[in-house]
C-alpha cells in the first residue's frame, strides 16, 4: 500500500532560521508530490508541487522542494522563515490519480 | 466568493444522532472527496467520487455514507454518529484530467460528538 511518511512531528524555530522538513513516500511508480500548507484556523492550501522535470521546485511565501527519487523523498525547505510560517505542513502523494495520500504533518512553530 | 464551501462550519452533536455534513463547489470540478482531520494522523479519505454515478470507498468509510447530489454538491452522513468520529471535515475537488492537478479544499466543518 501507498505510504507517505513525515518524521517531524513538531519544529520550533526562531525567526529567519532555515527550515527544512522531510517527507518520504513508499510509491515506486511515476510520482507526483505535493506540499500543503494548513494556517491556523484555516484550510489547507497548496504550497508547491512536482510532477516532472526539474527536481527543485519552487512555490509561493520563498518556499521551495526537493525530489530525490532514489531517496524517496521531496523534503520542504525555506532558507529564512518568518513568525508568518507558523503553520502545519502536509505532503501529499496522489495514488493512481485518484486517491491521494497525506502524511501525517508537521505543526511548525516560529518564535517572534 | 468561496469556490468550495461546507455547512455547517461547527457541529456538536450526541452519541447516536444522524448527522449531515454539506458541501458544494463552483470550479465546476468532477471529482469530489471528503475527509477528516485527527490530530497526528494528517489526512484520511473517507469517500470520493468521479461525478453523480460514481462514488468510492476510501481508507476510513465504515460508519460513513456519502451522497452526490449534483455536480457541484457532496454530502458526507453520520447514520448513527459516536464520540470516536469527532474530527475536523474537509470536503475537497480536483480537475479530472492530469495526475497533476492538486486538490483544492473547503474551510472544514469541525464535529463534536457527545
Known amino acids: 500500500a501507498q505510504s507517505v511518511s513525515q518524521h517531524n512531528h513538531h519544529v520550533i524555530l526562531s525567526e529567519a532560521a532555515s527550515l527544512e522538513l522531510g517527507c518520504n513516500y513508499s510509491?515506486?511508480?511515476?510520482?507526483?508530490l505535493f506540499w500543503y500548507v494548513q494556517y491556523p484556523g484555516q484550510h489547507l492550501q497548496l504550497l508547491l508541487k512536482y510532477f516532472s522535470g526539474d527536481p527543485l521546485v519552487k512555490g509561493i511565501k520563498g518556499f521551495e522542494a526537493e525530489f530525490i527519487k532514489s531517496k524517496f523523498s521531496f523534503n520542504l525547505r525555506k532558507p529564512s522563515v518568518q513568525w508568518s510560517d507558523t503553520a502545519e505542513y502536509f505532503c501529499?502523494?496522489?495514488?493512481?490519480?485518484?486517491?491521494?495520500?497525506f502524511g501525517s504533518g508537521t505543526k511548525l512553530n516560529v518564535k517572534p | 466568493d468561496a469556490d468550495v464551501t461546507q455547512t455547517p462550519r461547527n457541529r456538536i452533536t450526541k452519541t447516536g444522532k444522524r448527522i449531515m455534513l454539506e458541501c458544494s463547489q463552483t470550479k465546476g470540478h468532477d471529482r469530489m472527496y471528503w475527509y477528516r482531520q485527527d490530530p497526528g494522523l494528517g489526512l484520511r479519505l473517507i469517500y470520493y467520487s468521479f461525478d453523480v454515478k460514481d462514488i468510492n470507498k476510501g481508507e476510513i468509510s465504515d460508519g460513513y455514507s456519502v451522497s452526490r447530489q449534483a455536480q457541484a454538491k457532496f454530502s458526507l452522513s453520520l447514520e448513527s454518529a459516536i464520540p470516536n468520529q469527532t474530527a475536523l471535515y474537509f470536503c475537497?475537488?480536483?480537475?479530472?484530467?492530469?495526475?497533476?492537478?492538486?486538490?483544492?479544499f473547503g474551510p472544514g466543518t469541525r464535529l463534536t460528538v457527545l
Open positions: 510509491y515506486g511508480g511515476t510520482v507526483n
Open positions: 501529499a502523494v496522489p495514488y493512481n490519480f485518484n486517491k491521494f495520500y
Open positions: 475537497a475537488t480536483r480537475q479530472r484530467e492530469g495526475p497533476y492537478n492538486e486538490q483544492f
